[in-house]
């Protein structure tokens, strides 16, 4: 039973979906917060749609066509060496997202700050892996929960204090669920929730 809940916990709060979750969640609880309130009903689900094919669909077609063409042996990405690619065409897809709706679209700086440290965390990941397994899943939980930190500290909101708590609890049930299925160690869970925190919280304390 705690295998299964773990496994489902994993693949509900993947990190390719956790930007997705984090932006529709603020796009439709605090908005404000991240200069989406001057969007429409119609205009948000745009918004969430563009962040979910360009940090989700694309990234994980990437990952199934890797899968196919038997570049990597499983989509669950066991072995550190099979992270690579998966991680690179991750980066390009983010990058990509960071000049169409920083450069081009010009978000506002609290939502242009929230990509760029996800980007940020996503090269530094890689460059680590290069050398030693990390939880990406870790850093995406945390990150969250640094990104909500910043906001919380750049404008005071108790929704926001609300959202942070939140995230500290999902993020202690993705280290736990990642450790239960062995698919890291405390350290590589530890440290990547350490990363993953720090980046995205002194990326908004920098760019708002």
Excluded at 120 to 133: A, D, E, G, P, Y
Excluded at 142 to 166: D, K, P
Excluded at 195 to 208: D, K, Q
Aim: glycine share 8%; net charge neutral; proline share 2%.
């Amino acid at each position: 039973m705690i295998k299964a809940i773990s496994g489902f916990i994993s693949v509900i709060l993947h990190p390719l979906l956790m930007t997705t979750w984090f932006i529709f969640t603020l796009t439709f609880l605090t908005p404000e917060t991240i200069g989406l309130d001057i969007l429409d009903n119609h205009g948000k689900w745009v918004m969430i749609g563009i962040f979910m094919l360009l940090t989700f669909i694309l990234p994980m077609a990437s990952i199934v066509i890797l899968r196919i063409t038997s570049n990597i042996s499983s989509l669950t990405l066991e072995e550190r060496t099979e992270r690579l690619y998966p991680l690179i065409f991750t980066i390009i897809y983010y990058g990509a997202t960071c000049y169409f709706l920083v450069v081009q679209y010009k978000v506002s700086a609290e939502l242009a700050s929230i990509l760029i440290g996800v980007l940020l965390t996503l090269i530094i990941i890689t460059v680590i892996t290069l050398f030693w397994k990390i939880s990406v899943h870790s850093a995406a939980a945390w990150g969250v929960a640094g990104a909500l930190l910043g906001l919380n500290i750049a404008m005071s909101s108790e929704i926001l204090v609300y959202l942070l708590s939140t995230s500290i609890l999902i993020s202690g049930a993705i280290g736990s669920a990642r450790l239960y299925l062995n698919a890291h160690t405390p350290a590589q869970v530890g440290w990547g929730g350490l990363l993953g925190f720090l980046i995205c919280f002194s990326t908004i304390l920098i760019m708002t």
